[in-house]
């Protein structure tokens, strides 16, 4: 049973930092392609960053060069360091995973409940 679990949201000021973590459970991390989106009040959800099993990365244009995905294997973790962050990016968080390759853009395979970030 897989299973996505998201932390490490929460409210920061402007040009702060985050880092969320997304728990993986019921299956190998490292050989999905993992994601993280963004949903805003209002809004489509939209996909943020992309790491996919071999460890090549891809992001949206608005994040590039302030957030950072990442993995652990060992701890069956996913990672998304968020930097200098705006009000725009205020939005609930999700984690997801895939096992197609290339990556998806969407329709991804699992998801996790979501994370708050909030930023002010």
């Known amino acids: 049973h897989v299973q996505l679990v998201e932390s490490g949201g929460g409210s920061v000021q402007a040009g702060g930092s985050l880092r969320l973590s997304c728990a993986a459970s019921?299956?190998?991390?490292?050989?999905?392609?993992m994601a993280w989106f963004r949903q805003a009040p209002g809004k489509e959800r939209e996909g943020v960053a992309a790491?996919?099993?071999?460890?090549?990365?891809s992001y949206a244009n608005s994040v590039k060069g302030q957030f950072t995905v990442s993995k652990d294997g060992a701890k069956n973790t996913l990672y998304l360091q968020m930097n200098s962050l705006k009000p725009e990016d205020t939005a609930v968080y999700y984690c997801?995973?895939?096992?197609?390759?290339?990556?998806?853009?969407?329709?991804?395979?699992?998801w996790g409940l979501g994370t708050q970030v909030t930023v002010s």
């Open positions: 997801a995973a895939d096992r197609r390759w290339p990556c998806p853009r969407s329709n991804f395979d699992y």
């Open positions: 019921g299956y190998t991390l490292s050989s999905y392609c």
């Open positions: 790491i996919d099993s071999g460890g090549a990365t």
